[in-house]
């Protein structure tokens, strides 16, 4: 064994979820069409118009009852409306049947097709949580970001689940709304929130907007910046403004041949703050933290808090992203054993590796190609799970020793805007340097 592995094996032993013989949860793609055009979806730009439609059929879902006994959640979505498959009441009934006692099944939904009937045939199938979309308690901003959909819709089909839930005797049954969080939306969640609480609902997802395409980067509420680094950069220009001394000067001097006393202040400020970012393990994009919009991060904490606080009245579960990077990143899809399953059968690690599409969510081009390790109508997944490269791509994640690209001072760089991954710059043959789920910017149903 050698060093890697053997460090790896010290805090990630074998009865982890990670390397269980069996995934803990599968999230699989019931669908990848959809009746809606939303703003900020993958399928609207240029890529993820190459996501090939289909509808996961029964044969396939067969392929994976082997993993059901022992799993711990089912997520029955992915790029496409789940409700449009008129099989998903068969998967969800098969799934409860075979999977253990405590386990959940569930599925996101825009929620138009959730009538009445609909809605009583799938808590009569055993669904456990059905989480609607919500991205605006204001019906103008609602049908500008849900092209298609209207307010009212999502209020019939909270009723529809309400009324459901009474007349087949599930009180167990949650009912939750995720929010995705732009600049046009942000000041809404609050009231978002109130208003969903009257509906029943008690949980609820908020994300930050994944930019799929360059103009939507303007929308994004979230900062590229570490949260280290911001508390690290602040501190420091406390520090030089109570000697009069602004370091935002930095590159303004930094190459003056001569200069002032005042100058080669600045220059050692700085160079001690880089110094105290190394000893930490803090990466500085210092062009960045020039030009960071601290107002917009303090109005980003601060509604956030006041969403916090109407979840803790109304007694919601609240999971809130980060409203800048985390600087110690954590892979819950890997820790936590969970796998992706296609609609047509490719078995695949992450969200970020799904499918084709183009990503801005590190401010600049990142290509993203989907990542298989096989196709569970050929290979079984637990086949495909056990397999030496799908328990190397494990164990490699989780060691966490791979780039952070969103700070990086030479991003973008050919590595990570080629056609096709190879390697970063690390010589990881992942590519999770550029993943902002790690960092707690993006959140899904999990």
Not at 4 to 17: K, V
Not at 239 to 258: H, Q, S
Not at 341 to 362: K, Q, T, V
Request: charged share 25%.
């Amino acid at each position: 064994m050698n060093n890697n592995a053997a460090a790896l094996s010290e805090f990630m032993p074998d009865n982890e979820p990670a390397f269980l013989e069996y995934p803990s949860k599968l999230f699989v793609e019931t669908t990848s069409r959809c009746n809606l055009n939303c703003v900020m979806c993958m399928k609207q730009n240029a890529d993820g118009s190459r996501v090939e439609d289909g509808d996961l059929d029964v044969a396939t879902f067969s392929q994976l009852e082997p993993a059901l006994p022992n799993l711990e959640a089912l997520v029955l979505n992915g790029v496409g409306e789940p409700l449009i498959n008129t099989r998903l009441e068969h998967f969800i009934t098969r799934a409860k049947k075979l999977m253990p006692v405590g386990s959940w099944v569930g599925f996101q939904s825009n929620g138009l097709l959730l009538s009445h009937l609909r809605a009583v045939s799938l808590l009569e199938a055993g669904v456990d949580r059905i989480c609607l979309s919500m991205d605006g308690v204001d019906a103008d901003t609602f049908s500008s970001i849900r092209s298609g959909s209207q307010l009212v819709d999502l209020e019939h089909a909270l009723n529809a689940l309400g009324a459901a839930k009474v007349a087949c005797r599930r009180p167990d049954m949650e009912i939750g709304v995720e929010f995705v969080v732009m600049r046009d939306n942000l000041r809404q969640l609050p009231a978002a929130l109130s208003w969903a609480s009257e509906f029943g609902v008690s949980f609820a997802l908020v994300s930050h907007l994944h930019p799929f395409d360059e103009p939507h980067l303007s929308q994004c509420s979230y900062d590229l910046s570490s949260d280290e680094s911001i508390s690290l950069f602040q501190s420091w220009m406390s520090k030089a403004e109570l000697k009069g001394i602004d370091i935002r000067r930095y590159f303004e001097v930094l190459w003056n041949y001569k200069k002032t006393e005042e100058e080669r202040t600045i220059i050692e400020y700085v160079a001690a703050m880089k110094s105290d970012a190394q000893q930490r393990g803090v990466t500085l994009d210092l062009k960045r933290l020039f030009s960071l919009d601290t107002a917009r991060i303090h109005e980003s904490q601060e509604i956030f808090e006041e969403a916090a606080q109407v979840a803790r009245r109304t007694g919601i579960e609240l999971k809130l992203p980060e409203v800048a990077r985390r600087e110690s990143r954590v892979c819950s899809f890997i820790e936590k054993g969970s796998a992706f399953i296609s609609w047509d059968g490719g078995m695949h690690p992450c969200y970020h590796l799904w499918h084709h599409c183009r990503s801005f969510a590190n401010g600049w081009l990142h290509p993203v190609q989907p990542w298989s390790f096989g196709n569970v109508k050929d290979k079984g997944v637990l086949g495909i799970w056990n397999s030496p490269p799908f328990r190397r791509y494990r164990e490699n994640v989780l060691r966490h020793d791979y780039p952070s690209c969103a700070e990086c001072n030479t991003s973008p760089c050919d590595l990570m805007q080629a056609d096709r991954f190879d390697v970063d710059c690390y010589v990881n043959s992942e590519p999770c340097g550029s993943c902002l789920w790690s960092s707690g910017v993006f959140r899904c149903l999990d």
